[in-house]
């Protein structure tokens, strides 16, 4: 899933990502396709990310408790092998959580804050700011999955792009690799990355992750047709549909998709599509990677793995990987 965790829940209705032409365009088009999908980005309103915070806490939900353990293991090494005194770059970073827990191993120079949703991220960057008031800060609300460019006032020698929880799944190998070049180019011969990356592991075990006993995955996923009508004024009834997620075994990664329940029409501005009983919007994918070829994955982006630190009881990666120079 694409974001870490976040803070308080906006009132209902409320969306952190600005309502224009672009957007709107996006999600017409979206939903005119023929086969129907949202994009992920659109499941982390305020609520979706307090829904994700809570999926964190789920015990199927093994990605943020191994990724943490190998933080926590591994972090004095994970900190010589990155170095201290970086422009650490946190790419959805949520509630700056899982980066503030490596504050006093990186010692970053600056911490730079990146997420979708920018409302909850000005919050978190607050709280992070009377912590650590010795480190500079600054919150970039940008969706940084399409064209990603950093001001001027982040500092370009020796960034470290810091991208966790296996987000880089949500995007398709040639998306993830488009995605990790345009972080080389932001990025000098000084700089790098530090990665987490799921690894392919038992079906049931992904089947469960992303379909929990309680049902909060089904919320989470749920939550993007309320998010929808918000943001292009669509009449979607949340209650005429379901939340489907498994892992895709030939495709190599998990699948969510919301299904229809009945007939329906729903129409948005500019817009209107019928939907059958048993048809599906996809919603996000979650490619899970052998580690080999994890690798390859940097090394084509412009990346040489340096150091990987992995889980073998429940397969996961983190990687730092240098800049390869020009």
């Known amino acids: 899933m694409l974001t870490s965790c976040t803070s308080d829940i906006a009132p209902a209705g409320a969306s952190d990502i600005p309502v224009n032409a672009h957007v709107a365009d996006e999600l017409h088009a979206s939903l005119g396709a023929p086969q129907a999908w949202i994009s992920p980005k659109f499941l982390y309103d305020s609520l979706g990310s307090k829904l994700f915070e809570a999926i964190c806490e789920l015990p199927e939900y093994y990605p943020t408790r191994t990724e943490a353990a190998l933080f926590a293991r591994h972090g004095a090494e994970i900190a010589r092998v990155a170095g201290a005194g970086s422009t650490l770059i946190d790419l959805g970073a949520g509630n700056c959580a899982k980066a503030a827990a490596l504050f006093p191993l990186l010692a970053p120079a600056q911490y730079v804050a990146v997420d979708i949703s920018s409302e909850f991220l000005h919050d978190a960057l607050g709280r992070l700011r009377q912590r650590f008031p010795h480190i500079a800060m600054e919150a970039l ?6 064209q990603f460019e950093l001001p001027a006032r982040v500092t370009a020698a020796r960034r470290l792009f810091f991208y966790p929880g296996s987000s880089i799944g949500n995007f398709t190998p040639d998306e993830a690799q488009a995605f990790l070049r345009r972080l080389r180019a932001q990025c ?32 989470f996923n749920l939550n993007v047709l309320r998010h929808v009508n918000t943001l292009l004024g669509a009449d979607f009834d949340i209650r005429a549909w379901r939340h489907r997620g498994f892992y895709n075994a030939a495709r190599g990664r998990v699948e969510m998709h919301l299904e ?11 817009g209107a599509r019928a939907f059958r009983a048993g048809d599906c919007i996809h919603t996000e994918n979650s490619y899970k990677y052998q580690q080999a070829d994890a690798v390859k994955l940097l090394e084509r982006s412009g990346f040489e793995a340096t150091r990987i630190w992995t889980d073998p009881q429940c397969p996961f990666a983190v990687i730092h990987a240098q800049a390869i120079p020009t």
């Open 188 to 219: 000098g011969d000084d700089g790098g990355v530090l990665i987490g990356i799921d690894l392919v592991k038992d079906k049931a075990v992904l089947d469960a992750a992303y379909d929990d006993a309680l049902g909060v995955t089904a919320a």
């Open 260 to 270: 229809a329940t009945r007939d329906q029409e729903v129409r948005w501005q500019g």
């Open 141 to 146: 609300g940008m969706d940084f999955s399409q």
